[in-house]
């Protein structure tokens, strides 16, 4: 399954929006009930493990193209204090661009 370019803009201008949240989620004082009380038992078997994400982190997004594959990886906990999300470019001899 390949990436038309369209898909690669959008998710890298997907990666650029979810910095510009996390900044602007700084100043919120209020987690939302529905991520508050997200349980990542009851949902792991939804995101199987992929090559550029570790066995310890969770696959939120992934595609490929004829020469690279695109990954969003993202740690099982996400807190105030604690968690990242990372935007991965790879092919088969291992990750080329890791952002942030």
Do not use: H
């Not at 038309?4 to 700084?26: D, F, M, N, Q």
């Not at 078997?45 to 570790?54: G, K, L, Q, R, T």
Request: one cysteine or more; charged letters at 20%.
């Amino acid at each position: 399954m390949g990436c038309p370019l369209t898909i690669r803009i959008v998710s890298i201008a997907a990666c650029a929006g979810i910095a510009l949240l996390a900044r602007a989620s700084e100043g919120a004082t209020e987690i939302s009930p529905n991520i508050a009380n997200a349980d990542w038992e009851r949902f792991k078997e939804m995101y199987p493990i992929s090559a550029m994400c570790e066995a310890d982190e969770i696959t939120l997004w992934t595609c490929d193209d004829d020469e690279k594959t695109y990954f969003l990886c993202s740690s099982v906990e996400i807190t105030e204090d604690a968690g990242y999300i990372q935007y991965r470019v790879g092919t088969e001899q291992g990750v080329n661009l890791v952002f942030p």
